[in-house]
């Protein structure tokens, strides 16, 4: 991991603190009202339905929900849903730095057989299960980040102006496949704008849900020289220019560009978080 991307990651999340006041913001004409009202407002309107630290029950949730007669408990109970989409995009954002990490560290201690001759081998099973599962994970996380990024700009820009009931979330419904729904934002430089990188993250995914994975059986080649093991990689499927796999009537897996997904990945990831970043930015400039 570059010495960049710690840094990023405190700019998401100062991002992010933005947004949770610009909901609030568009909820509350009186922010001051909103921070009056927090000492007498129930726990229960912002942890129930949402945190395993209330453990309520769907019934008694909407029995208490049907009791409400006043405005602002509505007003209240709609800012928590708003606010936990915010904390699931720093959760799932938070899990890709991890899952990165952990893939580089788990491809380093699989356990490579040293042979007398030179040359390339590899090795399968419950030896690469841990960096195959950290990679695939993380693959997935940053998609689902992008579904979260589609919901948080869609919810954006269809904010309730009447709090009479419960309001439902206009963004329910809504995925990464959804973004041109999305219309107040510039998409130049966002995880919304048709890049590469966005298109192989998307692909990949969709693989790995669809099929299980990209490879039937998954393998880490290693490298050895001087009885020595000099590299460990994971081949990357055939790609096209547009980043979508290269796909003969049935068969999508070719490998014969020896792209290494672990050469790769700083790059893709990097970008990722790079336009994370931009998109929320944007997000925050926007005038509701």
Same mark, same amino acid.
């Given at each position: 991991?570059?010495?960049?991307?710690?840094?990023? /990651? $405190?700019?998401?999340?100062?991002?992010?603190?933005?947004?949770?006041?610009?909901?609030?913001?568009?909820?509350?004409?009186?922010?001051?009202? $909103?921070?009056?009202?927090?000492?007498?407002?129930?726990?229960?309107?912002? #942890?129930?339905?949402?945190?395993?630290?209330?453990?309520?029950?769907?019934?008694?949730?909407?029995?208490?929900?049907?009791?409400?007669?006043?405005?602002? $408990?509505?007003? #209240?109970?709609?800012?928590?849903?708003?606010?936990?989409?915010?904390?699931?995009?720093?959760?799932?954002?938070?899990?890709?730095?991890?899952?990165?990490?952990?893939? /580089?560290?788990?491809?380093?201690?699989?356990?490579?057989? !040293?042979?007398?001759?030179?040359?390339?081998?590899?090795?399968?099973?419950?030896?690469?299960?841990?960096?195959?599962?950290?990679? #695939?994970?993380?693959? =997935?996380?940053?998609?689902?980040?992008?579904?979260?990024?589609? @919901?948080?700009?869609?919810?954006?820009?269809?904010?309730?102006?009447?709090?009479?009931?419960?309001?439902?979330?206009?963004?329910?419904?809504?995925?990464?496949?959804?973004?041109?729904?999305?219309?107040?934002?510039? /998409?130049?430089?966002?995880?919304?704008?048709?890049?590469?990188?966005? @298109?192989? =993250?998307?692909?990949?995914?969709?693989?790995?849900? #669809?099929?299980?994975?990209?490879?039937?059986?998954?393998? !880490?080649?290693?490298?050895?020289?001087?009885?020595? !093991?000099?590299?460990?990689?994971?081949?990357?499927?055939?790609?096209?220019?547009?980043?979508?796999?290269?796909?003969?009537?049935?068969?999508?897996?070719?490998?014969?560009?020896?792209?290494?997904?672990?050469?790769?990945?700083?790059?893709?990831?990097?970008?990722?978080?790079?336009?994370?970043?931009?998109?929320?930015?944007?997000?925050?400039?926007?005038?509701?």
């Amino acid at each position: 991991m570059n010495n960049g991307t710690p840094q990023i /990651f $405190y700019d998401i999340d100062n991002c992010c603190v933005d947004l949770y006041d610009t909901f609030t913001g568009l909820i509350f004409d009186d922010i001051q009202q $909103y921070y009056d009202e927090m000492s007498m407002i129930p726990q229960w309107v912002y #942890h129930t339905g949402i945190d395993s630290d209330s453990a309520v029950s769907k019934d008694i949730f909407n029995n208490w929900v049907k009791e409400i007669t006043n405005e602002r $408990y509505y007003k #209240h109970l709609f800012l928590a849903d708003c606010h936990n989409l915010i904390g699931s995009v720093q959760n799932r954002l938070m899990s890709t730095r991890t899952q990165y990490q952990n893939f /580089f560290r788990y491809l380093e201690n699989v356990n490579a057989i !040293v042979l007398e001759k030179d040359g390339y081998y590899w090795t399968s099973g419950e030896n690469i299960v841990a960096v195959f599962s950290a990679l #695939h994970d993380l693959i =997935i996380t940053m998609y689902a980040s992008l579904d979260l990024l589609a @919901k948080l700009s869609f919810q954006f820009e269809n904010m309730p102006n009447d709090f009479s009931k419960y309001r439902k979330m206009k963004c329910k419904k809504t995925l990464f496949g959804d973004k041109r729904k999305i219309q107040r934002i510039d /998409f130049t430089d966002t995880v919304f704008e048709d890049s590469k990188t966005i @298109k192989i =993250i998307e692909n990949l995914r969709h693989e790995l849900i #669809h099929n299980g994975t990209w490879e039937s059986v998954p393998k !880490v080649h290693y490298k050895i020289e001087d009885k020595n !093991v000099v590299e460990k990689f994971i081949f990357l499927p055939d790609l096209l220019e547009s980043g979508t796999l290269e796909v003969a009537i049935n068969r999508k897996r070719f490998f014969s560009n020896d792209q290494k997904i672990n050469e790769k990945l700083p790059d893709l990831c990097g970008e990722f978080w790079a336009r994370v970043l931009a998109t929320l930015n944007k997000l925050r400039k926007v005038n509701y």
